[in-house]
């Protein structure tokens, strides 16, 4: 049995103030309900859990009705940093679920065939992450904002989700970062902390996350 934990639980302050990013409309419905409905219809997936901001539980629920979504779901509450919300929605797992995506409500652009990929790989690595190779040259700057030196990007990669693990896996690595009092923004950089080996799997296509109003633009384009 496999899982898919949605976060959901940002404040998204880049968007612009007091606006909710995951409910704005994009392409005919709300940023968040285009990744819960490819996480609905791929065949790898039997349960959904998607972690949302406290007092946001009713609106998420009234969402996935008015959306007729047909997989078995959870609304929980997140955390006060975004590794505490994965863990929550951890915690929601089903007890025979061994591999779980955890994906960026706010990707709304995600494919069933990048979903299906990372499950795959996960299961014979144990941890796998959608990314794209770094293309752009890289600069590093100084404390004024000039370059210092040009970054070599051969090895570079831009990860993104979904990041898919063994659910022991991932609950391991988290515990772990707990243990050190870390704060850590990305799934992978836990593994990273108890050795577990994460393979990169190629995103073909774009797979962008909606952090500025220009983002919408670009995914509206993708999205149609």
């Not at 049995?1 to 409309?25: C, E, Q, Y």
């Not at 995506?101 to 990707?107: F, L, S, T, V």
């Not at 979904?162 to 391991?172: A, D, G, K, M």
Request: net charge neutral; charged share 20%; proline share 6%.
């Amino acid at each position: 049995m496999n899982a898919a934990i949605i976060v959901a639980a940002g404040s998204g302050t880049r968007m612009g103030p007091g606006v909710d990013k995951l409910f704005l409309p994009l392409a005919g419905q709300p940023v968040v309900l285009h990744a819960w409905r490819q996480f609905d219809a791929s065949p790898w997936v039997q349960q959904i859990i998607v972690v949302v901001r406290d007092g946001q539980q009713a609106r998420f629920q009234a969402l996935a009705a008015e959306a007729s979504l047909g997989k078995p779901f959870q609304v929980v509450a997140g955390g006060a940093e975004r590794q505490d919300s994965v863990a929550n929605g951890l915690a929601a797992l089903h007890p025979e679920v061994e591999l779980v995506a955890i994906h960026d409500g706010a990707r709304p652009c995600v494919t069933l065939e990048l979903i299906e990929a990372t499950f795959k790989a996960a299961a014979v690595h144990g941890a796998a992450v959608a990314a794209q190779k770094v293309t752009d040259t890289l600069k590093e700057a100084d404390a004024k904002g000039f370059i210092r030196r040009t970054v070599d990007r051969t090895h570079l990669w831009a990860v993104q989700t979904p990041q898919t693990f063994r659910v022991e896996v991932i609950r391991r690595a988290l515990g772990a970062a707990r243990q050190r009092g870390l704060n850590l923004t990305d799934d992978t950089a836990a593994c990273e902390l108890i050795g577990q080996p994460v393979v990169l799997v190629p995103s073909p296509m774009p797979n962008p996350k909606m952090t500025y109003p220009a983002d919408l633009l670009y995914a509206e384009r993708l999205l149609r």
